[in-house]
């Protein structure tokens, strides 16, 4: 499957929002954003997580996966790949805080925000499933 592709199903998904500005087409879903240039039909897949505060280019090998799943089904694993990420480092989080200071807020936060990510990671699994 072609970039292009890719971006037709993202103007085509229920769920993507159309972020058009001058000179550039863009839709966005669970944070990725896919941008089409209106002059050169170029197709760019950017991710925020990865930088932070600004969009990045998703790697090579995350584009190869958008070109072999598509936009929808590509987006779905990739997060559900940064959520077991954001659990493991919660799950460190909780045992360096039982064996460090002990603070029992720290504690509820950081368990209230592991059930936030498993709930959110719940979720998409019932919705890859349905795909």
């Not at 500005?21 to 896919?34: C, D, E, N, T, V």
């Amino acid at each position: 499957m072609k970039l292009t592709d890719i971006f037709l199903q993202a103007s085509k998904d229920f769920a993507s929002r159309s972020l058009h500005g001058k000179g550039y087409q863009a839709y966005i879903f669970l944070g990725f954003k896919i941008v089409k240039d209106n002059r050169s039909e170029i197709v760019n897949i950017f991710d925020p997580i990865k930088s932070g505060n600004y969009y990045t280019q998703v790697s090579n090998q995350d584009y190869e996966l958008f070109c072999q799943q598509g936009w929808r089904k590509a987006i779905l694993l990739l997060t559900l790949k940064k959520y077991k990420l954001k659990l493991e480092l919660l799950k460190d989080k909780i045992r360096d805080e039982k064996n460090g200071s002990n603070s029992s807020k720290a504690l509820e936060v950081f368990k209230a925000t592991r059930q936030t990510v498993l709930n959110k990671y719940h979720k998409l699994t019932l919705k890859l499933q349905e795909l």
